[in-house]
C-alpha cells in the first residue's frame, strides 16, 4: 500500500514546494468552509476564527518565502561588495605608499 508521503511530489516536480502548499492551503480553505456552512450561523464563527488561526500558523512556520530568499540574497551580495572594497581600499593604500618613496 502507497503511503501518503509516497504521493507527495517531491523536488522540482512539487515546483519546489511553493504549488504544493498552495494546493493544499486551497483544499483545507474549501474544507473549512464546507464545515462552516454545515455548522450553520451559530457554530460558523468558530469554523472561521479555527481557519485564520490555522493559516496564521502555516504562514509562520511555512519555509522561506520569495521575499526573504531575496533579502538574504542582497544582505550576501552586499557583503561581497564590501569585501572586495575592503581590497581594493587596502591595494590602493600600499600603491600609494610606493609612488610616494
Known sequence: AK????KRPQ???????REYLSRRMDVK???????RRRAGPDGA???EER????AERTI???HDTSETKDRS??????????REIDALRARLREWDGVEER
Open 3 to 6: 503511503t501518503k508521503a509516497a
Open 11 to 17: 523536488g522540482a516536480e512539487a515546483g519546489g514546494g
Open 29 to 35: 480553505l474549501a474544507t473549512l468552509e464546507k464545515k
Open 45 to 47: 464563527d468558530a469554523v
Open 51 to 54: 481557519a485564520n488561526r490555522e
Open 60 to 62: 509562520r512556520l511555512s
Open 73 to 82: 540574497k542582497v544582505r550576501l551580495h552586499i557583503t561581497k561588495t564590501r
